[in-house]
């Protein structure tokens, strides 16, 4: 019976042994369990220690680890240990620093081509959009067109809005967004679940009518809003400069020979583009579109028929290709059963993109593509082409 | 009978800048007919080449998105209104209401 009751206590967590024990305490020993690949009875096991004081012996039952382990007369709390603010990270610290996937299986006819893909589902807001919306909302703060007390409006019911309202809800500000009626529930819950105001707008109207809208808004109270403005803020393609660009150069160790990004507001391909030209300027920045005005590629824009953006530049291109939406639709299928990869359609979309290019090269030409996901399948889990492409 | 067809603005590049189409149809999939026979070049935006309607495009009637009634076959009637909503603008319509 004893037998049986320590091998159980052999699988419990360190917090159900010792359920007080200081979050340092926890913090050092997860690192250990980490870098030994163990759990608890193979680290005791082994005669482990903490700070150089014996820990006892070897985990087998709650109350007998607590005596042993007298962790009360050690002190391991200490004003400079532990101020405030020096453990963990804020929610906005965790912006940016995306992982860059390695693509293994869905690109084989390429063997001399290298696919990667910037993961950017890993912000914290689940999109790319977190580093625009932070980097357009500290611009402001520090120019002072943002101060305490004032409310961020916009009109989006995409992904900058749950960027607004998760920064937004971590620096203390309010945020409204004006939003067709027509968007989803999901995506009104999601902006809801952070505290963001919701303006619906009448569902044929568009974002159109969600945009106007907010300048109404805006008009009536100008002192009471910040209104960021994505397309037309050069801090939405200054956060890809800052911080999205280095972080591909980095993580290839500079041996990125290609950049492919879809446009949207155009913010990603346009930053990234000026600092990896900086960086090297032979790297080929190649810009997607939709092959058609009427898409179902979210995000992106058909520039030859949509309003463009005020922060494009139609000159950085080294070449610009379309995608077809059902190709992207495909591959998002293809990239889920294959890579073990959710992709969004525009994240699918953009893949599609760096096959077109890795198709257009030389037989013995080598390549390192680099693109961005801005963001994963989840929240298109309910579209169509599920079950019908 | 007698409907009206919205056309979504990415669209009206090819209904001559028209927002809205009159035409006589019994159906949802004769109005669309009768849409994509005068204007050829939706045809290709609205169907796919097996000639069912694109996995994006989400139609329709008043405000029942026709999935939830008899499909294209959905019957209308004199005074209805179809419309043609891509679904990226992130949800239906039914959603909204």
């Known amino acids: ?389 | 009978m007698a409907v009206k067809v919205l056309i979504p603005t990415p669209l009206r590049q090819f209904t001559g800048k028209q927002s809205s189409i009159e035409c006589n149809a019994a159906t949802v999939a004769e109005a669309l007919g009768s849409l994509t026979g005068t204007f050829s070049e939706l045809r290709k935006h609205l169907f796919t080449e097996d000639g069912k309607i694109r996995s994006f495009v989400n139609v329709y009637l008043n405000d029942e998105d026709i999935r939830f009634l008899d499909k294209e076959n959905t019957r209308t009637k004199d005074g209805d209104t179809i419309s043609i909503v891509p679904s990226i603008a992130g949800g239906s319509r039914r959603a909204g209401k």
Not at chain 1, 262 to 285: D, M, Y
Not at chain 1, 306 to 315: L, R, S
Not at chain 1, 343 to 362: I, K, M
Request: hydrophobic fraction near 40%.
């Open chain 1, 1 to 389: 019976m004893n037998t049986q009751k320590g091998r159980v206590n052999r699988h419990r967590t360190f917090q159900t042994l010792v359920p007080a024990a200081p979050a340092r305490f926890i913090e050092v020993y997860a690192k250990l369990t980490e870098y030994n690949g163990a759990g608890p009875a193979s680290i005791c096991g082994r005669g482990c220690s903490f700070f150089g004081e014996p820990l006892g012996r070897p985990f087998g039952g709650g109350q007998r680890t607590t005596r042993h382990m007298n962790i009360a007369k050690k002190p391991l709390w200490t004003e400079a240990s532990a101020a405030p603010g020096t453990i963990g990270k804020s929610v906005i610290d965790c912006i940016g620093n995306t992982p860059l996937l390695r693509l293994e299986r869905v690109g084989p006819n390429y063997p001399n081509v290298e696919f990667y893909g910037k993961a950017e589902w890993f912000n914290p807001g689940g999109s790319v959009k977190d580093r625009p919306a932070l980097e357009m909302i500290r611009e402001a703060e520090s120019s002072g067109q943002l101060k305490p007390g004032q409310t961020i409006l916009d009109a989006t019911s995409g992904n900058t809005g749950i960027a607004y309202a998760m920064i937004a809800a971590a620096l203390g500000y309010r945020v409204k967004l004006c939003l067709p009626a027509s968007a989803s529930e999901e995506r009104k819950k999601i902006l809801k679940a952070f505290g963001a105001e919701l303006v619906f707008t009448p569902g044929d109207e568009g974002s159109d009518g969600a945009i106007l809208r907010a300048r109404e808004i805006i008009a009536a109270e100008p002192g009471k809003y910040f209104y960021p403005d994505q397309y037309g803020n050069p801090g939405n393609w200054r956060a890809h400069y800052k911080t999205t660009a280095n972080e591909i150069w980095e993580q290839t160790a500079g041996r990125i020979t290609h950049f492919i990004a879809g446009l949207g507001t155009s913010g990603t391909f346009v930053g990234v583009t000026r600092r990896l030209k900086e960086l090297n300027p032979a790297i080929r920045c190649i810009s997607l579109q939709p092959d058609a005005s009427f898409h179902g590629l979210e995000g992106w824009k058909h520039m030859a028929t949509a309003i463009v953006p005020g922060i494009y530049d139609a000159k950085l291109a080294d070449a610009n290709l379309e995608v077809g939406t059902e190709e992207a639709y495909r591959l998002v299928k293809r990239a889920a059963r294959e890579e073990g990869l959710l992709l969004s359609p525009s994240a699918a979309a953009a893949l599609e993109g760096c096959f077109q290019v890795a198709a257009s090269l030389g037989p013995d030409e080598r390549a390192v593509i680099v693109t961005i996901f801005p963001d994963s399948g989840t929240k298109y889990l309910s579209e169509r082409f599920w079950d019908e492409v």
